[in-house]
């Protein structure tokens, strides 16, 4: 960089755009993974999610002061490469220098006390995961959700940053910038908020749903001895997603049923047709297992989890993602979750 009487030769926006641009291309021939921040519009966020973190950024005295020098960049196109890992946050940043800055950012994990009193909260409120993600829930969870030292998001003693800039200041503009990142990347997929704080998602609505169970079921007039096994006809007549297990307070059948047998020239043809004489094809293996999943997700299941407990390749899962929404089999119901279609 240029500078003149000891100041900074000035740079347009459009030469740090163009300049992010560039090495963004440089950058992508090397890593093809690489996951840039790229605002649609001037808002860095437009979801609850992706605002409420810019807004928890900037509430804090710690940070108002120097936040803000983190806006032009990601508006601007300077954050290069950001990626959410549970607890932690790796960014590439590009600066005034030719080589994008290296920025670290970890965050301790909710408080254990705080997560309970969170979940509580949310005990009768939260009957929706569409809702939780959308930012569609009642104001007082919002209010429980932001609320400053005990809430969901986390406050400055929790963050911890690094930054590969010679910069002095304690949060320097690349750093600024990947928080502001974080913000914009929560719009695409605000589960990875979770992610990122290390706890589990189903277990605000967990409750919701045994308290559910147990109050609809008190008001039957009449109490079946049988055991309503498919849980979907319950959840379509009272209008409620049900998680997994028994309904709280059944009655399982104490019919005694009949255990089939399969006679033994019959089990061994059985045998000897699944003993695979060739090798399945892999592709149709994969999909079949990532639609197991799915199926098994009344509520609905994020890309990320997805990745997580399938255990195959994130491209993978995103291709037979976008295949089966191709051929109708799952839809959208927020974003980057999605749910089985009945």
């Known amino acids: 960089m240029s500078y003149y009487y000891g100041f900074p030769q000035y740079v347009s926006v459009g030469e740090k755009r163009a300049k992010a641009e560039k090495k963004l291309k440089q950058l992508r021939k090397k890593n093809p993974g690489i996951q840039p921040i790229v605002l649609e519009g001037s ?22 002061n120097r936040i803000d020098r983190g806006r032009s960049y990601v508006r601007h196109g300077a954050v290069l490469d950001l990626k959410i890992k549970p607890g932690q946050v790796e960014a590439l940043v590009q600066g005034s220098r030719s080589k994008p800055y290296a920025v670290s950012i970890s965050i301790d994990p909710i408080p254990r006390k705080n997560w309970t009193e969170i979940k509580q909260s949310c005990k009768g409120r939260m009957d929706s995961l569409k809702k939780l ?9 919002g209010d429980v959700f932001t609320r400053q030292g005990n809430g969901l998001f986390p406050v400055p003693k929790e963050i911890h940053f690094e ?15 990947t928080l502001y990142g974080v913000g914009a990347r929560l719009d695409q997929d605000p589960n990875l908020f979770f992610v990122l704080r290390k706890v589990d998602i189903n277990d605000l609505i967990t409750e919701t749903v045994k308290e559910s169970k147990k109050e609809l079921l008190s008001k039957a007039k009449k109490k079946t001895s049988r055991v309503i096994e498919n849980e979907s006809g319950l959840s379509d007549m009272f209008g409620i997603d049900f998680g997994e297990g028994d309904a709280p307070g059944t009655v399982k059948d104490s019919t005694p049923k009949i255990k089939k047998t399969v006679p033994r020239k019959q089990a061994i043809r059985k045998t000897v047709s699944n003993t695979p004489g060739k090798r399945k094809n892999r592709k149709l293996t994969d999909t079949t297992k990532i639609e197991k999943i799915i199926r098994s997700r009344r509520i609905g299941i994020s890309v990320s989890e997805l990745i997580k407990t399938s255990g195959m390749e994130a491209q993978k899962v995103r291709n037979i993602v976008f295949q089966l929404k191709s051929r109708k089999k799952i839809e959208s119901i927020a974003r980057g979750i999605y749910q089985w279609v009945k």
């Open 133 to 141: 993600i959308a930012g569609e829930f009642p104001k007082a969870l």
């Open 163 to 177: 930054c590969s800039c010679p910069d002095w200041a304690s949060m320097c503009k690349h750093v600024a910038a």
């Open 43 to 64: 808002a860095i966020a437009k979801t609850w999610w992706g605002k409420e973190w810019n807004k928890n950024l900037e509430r804090y005295a710690d940070y108002s």
